[in-house]
């Protein structure tokens, strides 16, 4: 599929989707992701990457990393 001008482009390590909560297996995952990226995408790149490193934090209760979690967004000018 070809990027378009205003299309943001979002990278990420698989520590975000593999995160979880100390003592528990259930990961972040690629659905819930996926409703990270849909519910913070209108605020701009800074604010996807804010919004999902967020979301992140709050699904694990900040539990320590096992795995670096990084997160990049850029949006294609207009």
Known sequence: ???EPGDTVVLLSDGVVE???E????PFGFPRLAESLA?????GPQALVRGVLADVET????????DDVTVLAARLPE
């Open 1 to 3: 599929e070809k990027l």
């Open 23 to 26: 003592g528990h297996d259930e």
């Open 19 to 21: 995160a979880h909560r």
């Open 39 to 43: 519910k913070h995408a209108a605020g």
């Open 59 to 66: 699904f694990t209760r900040r539990a320590p990393r096992e």
